[in-house]
């Protein structure tokens, strides 16, 4: 039987997650899938992020750590900057963005399909890696311009997602975290042979990008780009530099040689907030209408140049793409 939301205007004590790493995250999704929850659970923690469901189904989330389905698709050099305007102004404002690209050709359904869910299971992953502190659940938000359909199982999205945790524990003993810098060795440093997908990782290992740097860089996965760099570290292709991770102080000290931060270590906290006073409880389908006002949406840019996907299916890059 499904545990009752807490009364409104009430925090409740956090449930312990099933993962060290996750805060509260996971368990808030599980309570607020089996509560067949509509909203938006906006969730604190460096960065943090939202996760959007519609009757207790995850069809969104999203976080500055990990690439949404936009980047995904355009910097994989999947769809072209031109053809997502194209389509983005004629369909996201009647909420059509994904009809749009289907109808235009730009994607399949069975595509659509697997660069939302990508983005969903990459999101969750990367916001539970650097630990949420706490989670306010919302009845009310702005759709996402490009939903997860059907939607994913909450209960199956926390079992994926503990799993990718458990395996970034093996990649602490070389120093492969969320905020490490990776940095190619010299050529001829390994036989090992490198195929096209972790080539492109390890190409834009400078020592400067951090895994969130290249998977925007690439349009992939940030939890593909990690697995990948751990392979190349692995086979001596590459090394992580230690560096802090970022602090909220302006002035954190940059000490060469500091010890790995805890920063994708245990969280801290701690409470849930509940739906604002007035509500009774989870809010019901539909309740994540158009924005207030009837404005309509807007594209959000992204900085960093095109590349592909590797094998748990992302996007593959397009031959000849910018760069590469």
């Given at each position: 039987?499904?545990?009752?939301?807490?009364?409104?205007?009430?925090?409740?004590?956090?449930?312990?997650?099933?993962?060290?790493?996750?805060?509260?995250?996971?368990?808030?999704?599980?309570?607020?899938?089996?509560?067949?929850?509509?909203?938006?659970?906006?969730?604190?923690?460096?960065?943090g992020?939202?996760?959007?469901?519609?009757?207790?189904?995850?069809?969104?989330?999203?976080?500055?750590?990990?690439?949404g389905?936009?980047?995904?698709?355009?910097?994989?050099?999947?769809?072209?900057?031109?053809?997502?305007?194209?389509?983005?102004?004629?369909?996201?404002?009647?909420?059509?963005?994904?009809?749009?690209?289907?109808?235009?050709?730009?994607?399949?359904?069975?595509?659509l399909?697997?660069v939302?869910?990508?983005?969903?299971?990459?999101a969750v992953?990367a916001?539970?890696?650097?630990?949420?502190?706490?989670?306010?659940?919302?009845?009310?938000?702005?759709?996402?311009?490009?939903?997860a359909?059907?939607g994913?199982?909450?209960?199956?999205?926390?079992?994926?997602?503990?799993?990718?945790?458990?395996?970034t524990?093996?990649?602490?003993?070389f120093?492969?975290?969320?905020?490490?810098?990776?940095?190619a060795?010299?050529?001829?440093?390994?036989?090992?042979?490198?195929?096209?997908?972790?080539?492109?990782?390890?190409?834009?290992?400078?020592?400067?990008?951090?895994?969130?740097?290249?998977?925007?860089a690439?349009g992939?996965?940030l939890?593909?780009?990690?697995?990948?760099?751990?392979t190349?570290?692995?086979?001596?292709?590459a090394?992580?530099?230690?560096?802090?991770?970022?602090?909220?102080?302006?002035t954190?000290?940059?000490?060469?040689?500091?010890?790995?931060?805890?920063?994708?270590?245990?969280?801290?906290?701690?409470?849930?907030?509940?739906?604002?006073?007035?509500?009774?409880?989870?809010?019901?389908?539909?309740?994540?209408?158009?924005?207030?006002?009837?404005?309509a949406?807007?594209?959000?840019?992204?900085?960093?140049?095109?590349?592909?996907?590797?094998?748990?299916?992302l996007?593959?890059?397009?031959?000849g793409?910018?760069?590469?």
């Amino acid at each position: 039987m499904a545990t009752a939301a807490p009364p409104p205007g009430r925090t409740e004590p956090a449930t312990p997650a099933p993962s060290d790493r996750a805060g509260i995250l996971l368990s808030a999704v599980v309570r607020w899938g089996r509560q067949r929850f509509s909203g938006t659970l906006r969730l604190d923690g460096t960065p943090g992020g939202t996760v959007t469901m519609r009757d207790g189904l995850v069809v969104a989330a999203a976080t500055p750590v990990a690439p949404g389905p936009e980047p995904l698709l355009l910097r994989s050099g999947r769809i072209s900057e031109a053809d997502w305007s194209a389509a983005f102004t004629a369909g996201a404002p009647d909420g059509r963005l994904a009809a749009e690209l289907v109808e235009r050709g730009l994607l399949g359904t069975a595509g659509l399909e697997v660069v939302t869910q990508t983005a969903v299971f990459d999101a969750v992953f990367a916001m539970a890696l650097c630990g949420v502190r706490t989670c306010t659940a919302e009845p009310t938000g702005t759709p996402p311009p490009l939903p997860a359909e059907p939607g994913v199982d909450a209960e199956r999205l926390v079992r994926e997602t503990t799993r990718r945790l458990a395996t970034t524990e093996t990649w602490q003993s070389f120093g492969l975290t969320v905020h490490g810098r990776a940095r190619a060795l010299p050529a001829g440093a390994s036989a090992t042979p490198v195929g096209a997908a972790r080539r492109a990782v390890l190409d834009r290992a400078n020592g400067r990008r951090t895994p969130r740097d290249i998977a925007f860089a690439l349009g992939r996965g940030l939890y593909s780009v990690m697995t990948d760099l751990a392979t190349l570290v692995g086979d001596g292709l590459a090394i992580i530099d230690e560096r802090p991770a970022p602090s909220t102080a302006a002035t954190a000290a940059r000490t060469p040689g500091t010890a790995r931060t805890a920063a994708t270590g245990p969280a801290t906290a701690s409470t849930t907030r509940t739906p604002a006073a007035g509500t009774t409880g989870p809010a019901t389908a539909g309740t994540t209408g158009t924005p207030a006002g009837g404005a309509a949406p807007t594209q959000p840019r992204y900085a960093t140049p095109p590349v592909h996907e590797g094998p748990d299916g992302l996007p593959q890059r397009r031959r000849g793409a910018a760069g590469s």
